[in-house]
């Protein structure tokens, strides 16, 4: 593979590699150099395993990786974890000058993995059962690591192809490592996110975040930049009509005192269906041209909130479920004729169901589609269910009031 190397021994062993690399090493590195020949020699292969794969991680390491794969990893391969050679091959991968170099050095560790898939039986072959783990989980995460320079490359049907063999691979898996989701998860996300695929994006993001430590992980300008995508994407979602979970993960703190902390506050706008902020907020969209662009939609998606929230807030006291246009008209912000339209759109996107009256001009309301709730919400869920809870002590007292009179006539 044509590369660019830092100036190295040539020597050929692999000893003899480690014994140079050591004696040359600065003093940060000293120790690591001494702890893999050490490792090498002794044929501590866990050791030699944990302590690669945390080498290639430290910061400065980067400009020896490459030689290090291919004068020393190659040869000890066999001996090595393979979910722990998949990760740090992908972790060297990034070390190529170019897409494509990254590319093909990912495909020639991949092709050295063992297959996870089981061998039919035919012929004098008796066949075998997949592999355990770590086999298919290390076969994932090399995919996942593929179909990522494949995006870079902007190959965009060989990244889906890849990430659809990794996605049906762990589907078959009864557990699978934190580092494999989160390396399926993560490209998935920038596959999404370079079709403009906003729903999937957003699930495949929220999903990669909960499989790595983010403040560990994630630096403070990515975790803004994925913060603000998040949002854009929950924004633009078709399908996204429930921005509790966004809300409450701490990510979006990022955005706290920055150039976009209106965008944070235009979700909680959303979430709780408050077309007066929304107005408020929509001053900012100049400075999001996708969002001005989207004016149309966003208008829409915030009446339909607004009125899933009037529907979820509306008293339980047991009185008449039945909604009037003209309340609806008032919580939305919208001409009365529009209301109609609007109820069968959250009808057919299941974000209610009941029953409409195009005569009485009242919908009967009996079901919102579940969400995360904020405070405030949660606090008007607690006084319906205290209504609700009197409503059933007083028909609790008058059955037993009526049941007493009906005693009192039999005795007489």
Same mark, same amino acid.
């Given at each position: 593979?044509?590369?660019?190397?830092?100036?190295?021994?040539?020597?050929?062993?692999?000893?003899?590699?480690?014994?140079?690399?050591?004696?040359?090493?600065?003093?940060?590195?000293?120790?690591?150099?001494?702890?893999?020949?050490?490792?090498?020699?002794?044929?501590?292969?866990?050791?030699?395993?944990?302590?690669?794969?945390?080498?290639?991680?430290?910061?400065?390491?980067?400009?020896?990786?490459?030689?290090?794969?291919?004068?020393?990893?190659?040869?000890?391969?066999?001996?090595?974890?393979?979910?722990?050679?998949?990760?740090?091959?992908?972790?060297?991968?990034?070390?190529?000058?170019?897409?494509?170099?990254?590319?093909?050095?990912?495909?020639?560790?991949?092709?050295?993995?063992?297959?996870?898939?089981?061998?039919?039986?035919?012929?004098?072959?008796?066949?075998?059962?997949?592999?355990?783990?770590?086999?298919?989980?290390?076969?994932?995460?090399?995919?996942?690591?593929?179909?990522?320079?494949?995006?870079?490359?902007?190959?965009?049907? /060989?990244?889906?192809?890849?990430?659809?063999?990794?996605?049906?691979? +762990? !589907?078959?898996?009864? *557990?699978? %490592? #934190?580092?494999?989701?989160?390396?399926?998860?993560?490209?998935?996300?920038?596959?999404?996110?370079?079709?403009?695929?906003?729903?999937?994006?957003?699930?495949?993001?929220?999903?990669?975040?909960?499989?790595?430590?983010?403040?560990?992980?994630?630096?403070?300008?990515?975790?803004?930049?994925?913060?603000?995508?998040?949002?854009?994407?929950?924004?633009?979602?078709?399908?996204?009509?429930?921005?509790?979970?966004?809300?409450?993960?701490?990510?979006?703190?990022?955005?706290?005192?920055?150039?976009?902390?209106?965008?944070?506050?235009?979700?909680? /706008?959303?979430?709780?269906?408050?077309?007066?902020?929304?107005?408020? +907020? !929509?001053?900012?969209? *100049?400075? %999001? #041209?996708?969002?001005?662009?989207?004016?149309?939609?966003?208008?829409?998606?915030?009446?339909?909130?607004?009125?899933?929230?009037?529907?979820?807030?509306?008293?339980?006291?047991?009185?008449?479920?039945?909604?009037?246009?003209?309340?609806?008209?008032?919580?939305?912000?919208?001409?009365?004729?529009?209301?109609?339209?609007?109820?069968?759109?959250?009808?057919?996107?299941?974000?209610?169901?009941?029953?409409?009256?195009?005569?009485?001009?009242?919908?009967?309301?009996?079901?919102?589609?579940?969400?995360?709730?904020?405070?405030?919400?949660?606090?008007?869920?607690?006084?319906?269910?205290?209504?609700?809870?009197?409503?059933?002590?007083?028909?609790?007292?008058?059955?037993?009031?009526?049941?007493?009179?009906?005693?009192?006539?039999?005795?007489?």
């Amino acid at each position: 593979m044509d590369v660019d190397r830092p100036a190295g021994s040539s020597s050929s062993s692999p000893l003899s590699y480690l014994e140079h690399q050591e004696a040359s090493a600065s003093a940060e590195l000293k120790p690591w150099w001494t702890k893999i020949r050490t490792a090498y020699e002794r044929k501590l292969w866990h050791n030699l395993t944990v302590t690669l794969t945390e080498f290639v991680f430290l910061p400065g390491t980067g400009p020896f990786q490459i030689e290090l794969f291919e004068k020393f990893i190659t040869t000890v391969e066999s001996k090595i974890n393979a979910l722990k050679l998949a990760e740090i091959s992908r972790r060297v991968g990034r070390e190529y000058t170019e897409p494509d170099l990254t590319l093909r050095f990912l495909q020639s560790v991949h092709s050295r993995l063992p297959s996870p898939y089981p061998v039919p039986p035919s012929g004098d072959n008796p066949g075998s059962p997949a592999p355990s783990r770590p086999i298919p989980e290390a076969y994932a995460l090399s995919l996942s690591s593929i179909a990522y320079a494949q995006l870079l490359l902007g190959d965009l049907p /060989a990244c889906k192809k890849s990430l659809d063999e990794c996605e049906k691979l +762990l !589907a078959e898996q009864d *557990s699978v %490592e #934190p580092v494999v989701n989160a390396g399926f998860y993560g490209v998935a996300g920038d596959y999404f996110k370079v079709k403009a695929d906003y729903a999937p994006y957003y699930k495949n993001a929220l999903l990669y975040l909960a499989c790595v430590d983010v403040d560990k992980e994630l630096s403070e300008e990515d975790r803004r930049a994925r913060a603000h995508d998040l949002c854009i994407a929950a924004l633009l979602g078709e399908t996204i009509y429930n921005f509790g979970e966004l809300l409450q993960h701490p990510i979006l703190q990022t955005l706290v005192g920055t150039e976009h902390e209106w965008i944070k506050t235009l979700i909680s /706008a959303f979430n709780a269906g408050e077309i007066g902020k929304f107005e408020s +907020l !929509a001053n900012n969209f *100049s400075k %999001e #041209p996708i969002l001005e662009s989207s004016l149309p939609f966003l208008r829409q998606k915030i009446c339909l909130m607004a009125l899933i929230q009037t529907a979820f807030a509306r008293p339980r006291d047991g009185a008449s479920r039945l909604m009037t246009f003209q309340s609806i008209a008032e919580a939305t912000r919208l001409p009365v004729h529009e209301v109609e339209h609007l109820i069968m759109k959250a009808l057919s996107l299941k974000l209610i169901r009941g029953t409409l009256d195009q005569v009485a001009a009242t919908v009967d309301i009996s079901w919102v589609q579940p969400r995360v709730l904020e405070e405030s919400q949660l606090e008007t869920l607690a006084t319906q269910f205290k209504a609700w809870t009197n409503a059933v002590g007083r028909t609790e007292q008058d059955v037993e009031s009526l049941r007493r009179q009906a005693q009192a006539i039999t005795a007489a």
